[in-house]
């Protein structure tokens, strides 16, 4: 379907628009505005380099349950090689005002979040404790998935910098996954009020894209951030991995 | 479908996506945008293997379109500078290749006629001279039917062509003009 230089050759279409009319004519202007074309001297990609990007699509998602409905951009695990500095400005950027529209979101809103095992607000680094005693499963800091639009957000990969933003942070095991909740076992908390358990609610929607988003699974360890009670997503939260760790060190140290 | 289909069936139809995309956005974009979208492109037509059409291409444009249009938002957003470099600022209008008519030798005036129309009609034309997609096609790619399509091809060929005449009318514009000499 496609010669040399990537064009493709479907002609026989242009029989329904262009036959009708001044044949002659149509086949001039186009050729002339395929001399204006700034893709001409685009040389054709490396195979090797092809080769490559196909792979690593195609590894970027291994999960097989990831939704079949992905029309969104991807998270960052998902597309985020080779991006120039630029690129990564302008997506923090956009990370935070998503954040913080998400948040007003459901601020907005005007849900009350709080801890109902606690009677603290949710945001575990406000003021005072921020925890309580709730017998027999501890004191327990409440979050909330991000809102709906922050899953169709662009992403970056997360810095130290808008790391340390973040008013939440922990590596934790998760211990549950119910219908509507995602219960943590926090081992060391890099910012916010220690507790001994997190549990991540989805009050206004489903839990499923804030799993897809994270891949929270049962018994594995994370690292999650969040702020002003919400979870932040965007590869923020994430599998624990080496780098990722390190990243949370260098945004929480001196913390 | 199972791992090793999705795989298989995307193995079979990426590759001879991935010139045509590249293409489809460096005649959009800047080059590190051009990259990236294409990218998070693949990644849309790896996630949703079993959803490609029997023609996958036009469908391919339509979400690379989408993710270009989340980029660029995403800069705007941000930078409003640096969405504009990427969008005024494509790269640059090239010799006709070999076997290519050489519009008289004035890609510019092309150029600059095609920047004169609206941004809808400019896109159909581009989808329609560089992509070279017929009206059915490019129904798939903006979402419209075949016969809108089709209509608004034919618009806009006749909007470009007034242009082209406008910019014929007066002889010898050979760009000192401007100027305009007291």
């Known amino acids: 379907m496609t010669d040399d230089d990537g064009r493709h050759d479907d002609r026989h279409d242009d029989r329904h628009d262009d036959g009708r ?10 050729g002339r505005l395929r001399a204006a074309d700034p ?6 990609a490396d195979p090797g380099r092809v080769a490559r990007l196909l792979e690593e699509t195609m590894d970027t998602d291994r999960s097989p349950a990831a939704p079949a409905t992905a029309e969104e951009p991807p998270t960052r695990e998902t597309g ?23 948040v007003f979101g459901l601020v907005g809103r005007d849900h009350t979040t709080t801890t109902t095992t606690t009677g603290h607000p949710p945001v575990a680094g406000g003021p005072g404790a921020g925890t309580g005693s709730t017998g027999t499963t501890g004191t327990v800091t409440e979050l909330n998935a991000p809102a709906a639009s922050a899953y169709h957000a662009r992403c970056m990969v997360p810095t130290a910098a808008a790391l340390a933003q973040q008013t939440l942070a922990f590596d934790g095991t998760v211990r549950s996954i119910t219908d509507h909740v995602v219960t943590l076992v926090p081992t060391h908390f890099y910012a916010g009020d220690a507790t001994d358990v997190v549990e991540v609610a989805a009050p206004h929607g489903s839990l499923d894209p804030l799993l897809t988003a994270i891949r929270f699974q049962q018994g594995q360890r994370y690292l999650v951030s969040a702020s002003n009670g919400t979870v932040t997503i ?8 080496r780098g990722l760790a390190t990243l949370y060190t260098r945004a929480f140290e001196g913390k | 479908m199972d791992e090793q ?14 010139e045509p995309l590249r293409r489809f956005l460096a005649r959009r974009t800047d080059a590190a945008t051009a990259e990236d979208v294409l990218a998070e492109t693949l990644l849309v037509c790896w996630r949703r293997v079993a959803e490609l059409p029997e023609r996958p291409l036009p469908w391919a444009y339509a979400v690379a379109r989408n993710c270009l249009a989340n980029a660029e938002r995403g800069a705007r957003r941000q930078q409003r500078l640096a969405a ?26 092309v150029v600059e006629a095609l920047g004169r129309l609206r941004e ?9 001279a560089w992509e070279q997609l017929g009206a059915a096609e490019i129904a798939t790619v903006l979402d419209l039917t075949p016969n809108a399509a089709g209509i608004r091809l034919h618009r806009a060929r006749q909007r470009l062509r007034e242009e082209l005449r406008k910019s014929d009318l007066p002889a010898g514009h050979d760009g000192v003009q401007e100027g305009r000499a007291p």
């Open chain 1, 234 to 241: 965007c590869g923020f939260s994430a599998p624990w991995s």
């Open chain 1, 21 to 30: 009319h001044d044949d002659g004519g149509d086949a001039a202007l186009r």
């Open chain 2, 5 to 18: 289909t999705r795989r298989a069936r995307f193995e079979e139809i990426a590759p001879a996506l991935i």
């Open chain 2, 84 to 109: 504009r470099i990427a969008v005024v600022d494509p790269p640059a209008a090239v010799q006709p290749g070999p076997g290519e008519r050489d519009g008289a030798g004035r890609d510019a005036e």
């Open chain 1, 80 to 102: 985020t090689r080779g991006r120039n500095p630029l690129t990564w400005l302008v997506a923090a950027a956009a990370v935070l005002l998503i954040a913080g529209a998400a």
């Open chain 2, 120 to 128: 809808q009609d400019a896109e159909l034309l581009r989808l329609w």
């Open chain 1, 39 to 44: 893709a001409l001297s685009l040389p054709p």
